[in-house]
C-alpha cells in the first residue's frame, strides 16, 4: 500500500459527461501529479501540482482541469467526455522537498479506470 | 523531439536468469526513473537515478549521461518479477516522458 487513495476505482459515464477523480496523497507529501494511461498512448503526464500550485503541464487537454485544495487532496475534472477519454488515471504523490518533483521517488495511487461508452 | 525507447518491448525469462532492460532517451535529462507496473495495473516506483547506479535486492539500475542510456538489470529473476517495466525521463520544465515498457515474464 503506497498510501496514496483514489477514488472511484471504477467509473462508466456517457459521452458528454463530465466527471470528477479525487486523489489522497501520502500524509506530509506537498506534490500531486496525475497521469493518463490508454492502450494506444501509454502512460502519459498530465499535470502536477505543489503544495496547491500548478507546476509543471504536461499532455494534458482543455477539457481537462485539476486543483490541489489546502488539504492538500487533489481532483481532476473531466468534461465533455470523449471514447477516446477511456483509460486508467493514476494520481502519485511525493514528498515536495523540491518543487521539481522529478527529483523524487514517487508513490502511486491504485488508478481510476473510466470508461466512456 | 523528447522520446524514451525501452528494449525489448516483450522478454521472457527462465527463472534464475540475469535480466536486462534499456531505457534510451534523445536529449538531456534532470533524472529518469524506472517503474514497475504489476498485472493488476498498481505502479510502483523502483528507482530515481541522475546519474551513477542504485541497487535494492536483486534490482540494480545504472544511467550514462553522455551516452544518454539507462538500464535496469535484475539479479537471480523470479516468477513474481513478471511485471511490465517503464522508464520514465523528467526533461527541462519537469516534464515526464515515458516509454513504452517492457513486458517480462519469468518462467518457474
Given at each position: 500500500d503506497s498510501g496514496v487513495t483514489q477514488t472511484p476505482k471504477h467509473l462508466i459515464t456517457a459521452t458528454g459527461q463530465r466527471v470528477t477523480l479525487r486523489c489522497s496523497p501520502r500524509s506530509g507529501d506537498l506534490s500531486v501529479y496525475w497521469?493518463?494511461?490508454?492502450?494506444?498512448?501509454?502512460?502519459?503526464?498530465?499535470?502536477?501540482?505543489?503544495?496547491?500550485?500548478e507546476r509543471a503541464k504536461g499532455n494534458i487537454l482543455e477539457?481537462?482541469?485539476?486543483?490541489?485544495?489546502?488539504?492538500?487532496?487533489?481532483e481532476l475534472n473531466l468534461s465533455s467526455l470523449e471514447l477516446g477519454d477511456s483509460a486508467l488515471y493514476f494520481c502519485a504523490s511525493s514528498a515536495g522537498f523540491t518543487s521539481r518533483g522529478g527529483l523524487e521517488t514517487q508513490y502511486?495511487?491504485?488508478?481510476?479506470?473510466?470508461?466512456v461508452l | 523531439?523528447?522520446?524514451?525507447?525501452?528494449?525489448?518491448?516483450?522478454?521472457?525469462?527462465?527463472?534464475?536468469?540475469?535480466?536486462?532492460?534499456?531505457?534510451?532517451?534523445?536529449?538531456?535529462?534532470?533524472?529518469?526513473?524506472?517503474?514497475?507496473?504489476?498485472?493488476g495495473g498498481g505502479i510502483v516506483s523502483l528507482f530515481m537515478l541522475s546519474s551513477g547506479k542504485k541497487k535494492h535486492g536483486r534490482l540494480i539500475a545504472?544511467?550514462?549521461?553522455?551516452?544518454?542510456?539507462?538500464?535496469?538489470?535484475?539479479?537471480?529473476?523470479?516468477?513474481?518479477?513478471?511485471?511490465?517495466?517503464?522508464?520514465?525521463?523528467?526533461?527541462?520544465g519537469n516534464q515526464f516522458y515515458f516509454g513504452t515498457g517492457t513486458s517480462l515474464t519469468v518462467i518457474p
Open positions: 497521469y493518463q494511461q490508454s492502450l494506444d498512448q501509454g502512460l502519459q503526464f498530465l499535470i502536477q501540482y505543489y503544495n496547491g500550485e477539457r481537462f482541469s485539476a486543483q490541489q485544495f489546502p488539504d492538500l487532496h487533489s502511486f495511487g491504485p488508478g481510476t479506470r473510466l470508461l | 523531439k523528447n522520446e524514451v525507447e525501452q528494449s525489448p518491448q516483450n522478454l521472457t525469462a527462465q527463472e534464475g536468469e540475469f535480466i536486462t532492460i534499456n531505457c534510451s532517451y534523445s536529449v538531456g535529462i534532470s533524472a529518469l526513473h524506472w517503474l514497475q507496473q504489476h498485472p545504472t544511467i550514462n549521461i553522455q551516452e544518454k542510456h539507462s538500464s535496469l538489470h535484475i539479479t537471480a529473476s523470479h516468477p513474481r518479477d513478471s511485471a511490465v517495466y517503464i522508464c520514465a525521463v523528467l526533461y527541462t
